[in-house]
């Protein structure tokens, strides 16, 4: 009998895509019927339901934010993935789910217990992986993440500033194809775009940033968590 993986392979390749994107998007059009299918932005009620049902128990088991991972391989064998239900819950992809919290609200929390919460890393990060990596396969991420300088970032969040912002970011500011840019053009970019500053965002998102922040500690302090972060 053939793989079930065997027609997305081969749909993949006639559309340039991963089998696991096409798996994804066949998702995507089971649940929604091929309706809504543009990424839509979180709700603050979205975020808070991540915390509040997914985060919070991790620290009342007293966790450290850094430490709190939604992946599946941290559940125990048999055991539901909580993460897939409140997916399921909030309409939305698990992944999508996962990556709310790895790229956006965990570096929130962690940031702000650090005292660095929006400070531009982007060229620290593209020096340190210049002076230090001779090419991007061979990049070792959590070593990169336990700096000192990236404090308040987690190895998904720099990855993820690394390669989908920096790298995408160089190669249309040089005009340059994807495989031809490296490690010295990406620091090249960071020195001519960036500054030693704090982010500057738009006011929404920092009016998210302090109510999810809010909600955290408000949490934090109602479950008497002692020495935390």
Same mark, same amino acid.
């Given at each position: ?57 991790? $620290? ?14 941290? $559940? ?16 939305? +992809? $698990? ?6 919290? +790895? ?18 890393? +982007? ?67 960071? +020195? ?27 949490? $934090? ?9």
């Amino acid at each position: 009998m053939k793989s079930s993986k065997q027609p997305l392979k081969k749909i993949g390749h006639q559309i340039n895509r991963r089998p696991c994107d096409v798996k994804s998007r066949v998702r995507i059009l089971k649940r929604t019927g091929g309706f809504n299918l543009s990424r839509k932005k979180f709700t603050l009620e979205e975020d808070l339901t991540i915390l509040d049902s997914l985060v919070m128990p991790r $620290v009342a088991r007293g966790e450290q934010i850094s430490e709190i991972s939604l992946q599946k391989r941290e $559940v125990q064998h048999g055991s539901p993935w909580p993460a897939e239900d409140k997916a399921k819950e909030l309409n939305r +992809e $698990v992944w999508v789910v996962l990556r709310r919290w +790895e790229i956006y609200l965990q570096p929130w929390l962690l940031q702000h217990y650090t005292g660095t919460l929006n400070l531009r890393v +982007e060229r620290m990060l593209a020096n340190y992986i210049n002076d230090n990596f001779d090419t991007f396969d061979k990049i070792n991420w959590p070593e990169v993440a336990v700096r000192r300088e990236f404090a308040g970032q987690t190895l998904n969040s720099l990855r993820t500033m690394y390669f989908k912002n920096l790298r995408v970011s160089t190669r249309k500011k040089f005009q340059l194809e994807n495989d031809e840019v490296t490690a010295q053009d990406i620091m090249n970019y960071c +020195e001519l775009v960036y500054g030693k500053s704090r982010a500057r965002l738009g006011g929404k998102t920092m009016e998210r940033q302090r109510k999810v922040i809010a909600f955290f500690e408000k949490k $934090v302090d109602g479950l008497g968590v002692l020495n935390f972060p």
